[in-house]
Each structure stands twice: as C-alpha cells, then as structure tokens.
C-alpha cells in the first residue's frame, strides 16, 4: 500500500502529532509571541512531514515562507494587541463556544473525507525531479490562473497600503503636487 | 537547458550520515573562526594574533556567567539563542565540499534560502527574550532590515538556478564548466555576498546591534548565549562565502591544484573581500536600507535576472 519505510512512517506520525500539539499550543499559551511562534513550529512539523515524502521543494519553500509570514505576523499583532505592546499574559480564545464548535466540525469533516476518498495508487515512478515537475503543473497549463492570481494578491497588497498609510500624496507633495522634493518624516535612503 | 546528471552522490552516502555531518559542521565552525580572524585582523590590523583572539574570546565566553533579566520570556529567549548557530550549521548541508555536498536534494538553494529566512525568526526571538527595550528594538530593526534584504537575494538565487537548469548546488558548479557565472551576472553576486551580510547582521547592516541602542538583540546577551549568537552568525558569514565561491565563481575549478584546495581559496577571496569592504562602510540605517533596496537592487536583481534568462533561453549556458 505504501512505499515507505518503517521509519519515515514513524517520522510523519511523529511530525503529524508535533503539528497537532504545536497547533493546539497557539489557544493554550498566553502570549501572542509564543502564539505565533508555536505556529510557526506546527508549520515547521509540517514541512517535515513534507521533507520525509521527498517533496524538498515544497518542504523548504513552506519553512521558507512561513518563517517570514509568521516574523511579520508577530510584528503586527503584538503592534494591534488591546494591551500596551502585547506584552502582558493574555487569552488566545475569544467566541468560544462558536469556535469550538466551528473548529470540530471542520475536522470531523476532514477526518471524515481522508478515511472516506478512495485516494489514488500511483502510476508509474517517481519523477527524478519532482520540483521540474511541479513547476510544469503549476506554470505549464494553469499559467493564466497563476498570473490572474499573482496580480490580484498584487492589488489586494497595494489596495491595503493605500487604505492603511495616514500620509497621501498631497501631504508629501502639497495641495498641488508641485513640491519638488517629498515632505516626508524620515527621507529614504535614495536621497529623496 | 544542460541536461546534468546528479551521480555524484552525497558526503553522507559516501561516508555514512553521521561523519559526514561532523566533517560538514566542523568544516563550517571552522569557516566561522576564519570570518572572525578576518574581521579581527581588519579592524585591529593584527597579523597572526588575529586568529588566536576568536578561540580566547570564545572561550572567555563560555566561562561567563549568564546573565539574567526580569521577567524573560525564557523559552523563546533559548529556542532563538540555539536556533542561529542550528540554522548556520544546517545551511552548510547543501554547500559543495570537495564536490560534493551532505545531501544533495532538487531544491538546494531554497534550502539555503530557506535556513536564512529562519534567521527573521531566531534573531526577533532574541530581541523579544530578555524583556528589554534595546533587545526587542534590535529585534525590529532586523525584520525592517529583512524586508530589505530578503526579495534581491531571493532574485539572485533565482538568477543562479536560471543559469544552471537546476537548484542542486552541484549541478549549479557542474553548469559552470566553460565560464564561471560571476561573468554573466555580477549583479547577483554582489547582491548575493551583500545579502549574507545583511542577514547575518553584520558590518554596515549592523544596526540590529547597534551601538545606539546598546548592543541591541546582543545587549542582554553574556556568556554561552553570546558565543553562540556569534559564533552562529561567523558560521553564516563563512557558509555564504563557501556557496558564494560555489555559485558564482566555479566552486572547485581551477588548473594545477587539487579542487578543494581551489574552493579554499576561493572562499578565503570572498571572506576577504567582504571583511575589507565591509569594515570600510557606514553603518546603514535600516529604513534607508529599505527604499535603496526595493527602488534600486530590486529592479537591478530583476534585469540581472532577465538578462541571464535570455542567455539561457538562446542556449548560451548549455
């Protein structure tokens, strides 16, 4: 039924229980840091499991941008907490009773659905690179869907700076736009 | 696209795994001691008494005791102090040694890129440990400097794996047999070798530690936790050198002497180099870092890139 050793299925169990108890960690820990780093850590298990399929590719590129995403993240919600700073103890759950609820629906769902598809076997080997082939899956047929993707995350990045920034154009250029040099707080490092 | 096949095998299937990691990891504190040597003779101008000072203060360090603040969140405070040397050891695994790297996977620059990127989150968890004013801001200033760093390194890599046809750093060394790649993308290499100073937060990108704010991520650090932040960080340095020499500058190519003995020297340039350089410039503020990186290196790396994928595509690495 499966290829792999004994081992690395003892590898994804492991990995899989990591994410679980990594994931569950992010409600129980009373720190919006360790929150978000105990994420970060459920990603990583998961990137493991990845690892141990030999899907480097898609094992790194996870470690890789989740690393980043949850960097930023910490950044932003220790800036948005209700407590100065986000640094006192503070509960992780709020609407309990709803997410609890939402929150074991989704898995019994899921749970169901693993144990109720009949998954496919594989045919034929495995491709020498897998990442050539992923990149030929995801770039070669679907490149329209990729690219109207790419450029709707774009805007939705652009749109938000836009409503998120306090200072416009017309407070950096004047009322008319004429100033030749932007009046802004901290000049950049081109020399504007 | 060169069709290159990955028969050279690995360190670890060669020797076993568990050699091989040691020989991998001693090799890269090794090239650790030698980035601290360097820096040191450059910004004292000692001859030999250079690369004796990072052993004695090393263990000067370890017999420091720890030191202790109010309220740390200890946890993340050790999980970032360990993660950096882990991360810089881990990310010796797919640099070629001899030839060959620990493990050779299809994807082995993302796995380099990859154990940097967890760098944002090891250095802002020692910012965030200690509890402490000047840590958390040296912390912050590392992600803003991140924001800036991260998208040319990204496309210089990306520009290496364009050349090659492949992301296996020995395929990348094998592409390089008529020419070495620093001739067709200087840019990227630049970026690349200024990148590793810039995660490794060192020389002008030093402002996560900066004096003005007392050390910053190392302010609250003495002792074992000190040595292995920078002990970690001179490992990085050392493994950026070695994969630079790698991907840009044909890794062990060269006539007479023996290969490993070329990617030495080749290293030992680009330590040099980026020591000399390094020492010789400002400290850079990261919010400038920021606009001169997105507004200049980013469409510099991006052109750089299109340039090398037209030579590609019209067969000129084949």
């Known amino acids: ?192 | 696209m060169p069709e290159l096949a990955a028969d050279v095998g690995t360190l670890a299937s060669t020797w076993g795994v568990l050699p091989a990691a040691l020989v991998v990891a001693a090799v890269g504190v090794l090239l650790g001691v030698l980035v601290s040597a360097a820096d040191r003779a450059v910004v004292t101008g000692q001859g030999v008494r250079a690369g004796v000072e990072p052993l004695r203060s090393g263990m000067q360090l370890l017999l420091e005791q720890r030191r202790r603040t109010l309220a740390p969140d200890r946890l993340l405070w050790r999980v970032g102090g360990a993660a950096v040397p882990v991360v810089a050891l881990l990310s010796m695994a797919v640099v070629p040694l001899a030839g060959r790297t620990l493990w050779s996977t299809s994807a082995d620059l993302v796995w380099f890129n990859a154990m940097e990127a967890l760098l944002w989150a090891a250095v802002w968890l020692m910012g965030w440990g200690p509890n402490a004013v000047h840590s958390l801001t040296g912390g912050y200033r590392f992600l803003a400097q991140g924001l800036a760093y991260e998208l040319p390194l990204m496309f210089s890599l990306i520009t290496v794996g364009v050349a090659a046809g492949s992301l296996r750093s020995t395929d990348v060394v094998a592409a390089q047999d008529g020419l070495w790649f620093v001739v067709t993308m200087p840019v990227a290499f630049v970026v690349f070798v200024g990148g590793a100073a810039a995660f490794a937060f060192w020389g002008p990108f030093a402002a996560p530690t900066g004096a003005d704010i007392a050390g910053g991520v190392t302010s609250e650090l003495s002792g074992l936790d000190r040595l292995l932040l920078l002990a970690g960080r001179a490992v990085f340095l050392g493994a950026t050198a070695a994969m630079a020499a790698a991907l840009f500058l044909g890794g062990d190519a060269g006539p007479w002497l023996p290969g490993p003995v070329w990617h030495l020297l080749k290293t030992v340039a680009v330590v040099a180099g980026l020591v000399w350089g390094g020492r010789r410039l400002p400290l850079l503020r990261p919010d400038r870092v920021v606009e001169l990186a997105w507004v200049v290196l980013v469409p510099l790396t991006l052109l750089q890139a299109l340039v090398v994928a037209v030579l590609a595509v019209s067969g000129f690495y084949a």
Not at chain 1, 133 to 146: F, K, R, T
């Open chain 1, 1 to 192: 039924m499966t290829e792999l050793s004994s081992i690395e299925v003892t590898a994804l169990i492991a990995l899989g229980a990591l994410a679980v108890v990594f994931g569950a960690a992010v409600f129980i820990v009373d720190s919006m840091a360790r929150a978000t780093f105990a994420l970060l850590a459920s990603f990583l298990a998961i990137a493991g499991a990845l690892l141990v399929l030999d899907l480097v590719y898609l094992a790194v590129v996870t470690a890789l941008m989740m690393t980043i995403e949850m960097a930023v993240m910490a950044v932003f919600m220790i800036m948005f907490m209700m407590n100065p700073a986000g640094l006192m103890p503070m509960s992780m759950v709020h609407n309990k009773r709803g997410s609890v609820l939402a929150g074991a629906t989704v898995f019994a769902v899921l749970v169901t659905g693993i144990w109720m598809v009949d998954w496919p076997t594989r045919r034929g080997l495995v491709p020498e690179d897998p990442t050539r082939q992923l990149g030929e899956a995801i770039m070669g047929s679907h490149m329209l869907v990729m690219l109207v993707i790419g450029i709707a995350l774009f805007g939705t990045i652009l749109a938000g700076t836009v409503l998120a920034t306090s200072r416009g154009r017309y407070d950096r250029f004047g009322p008319d736009l004429k100033a030749p040099r932007p009046d802004d707080p901290v000049r950049g490092g081109v020399g504007r």
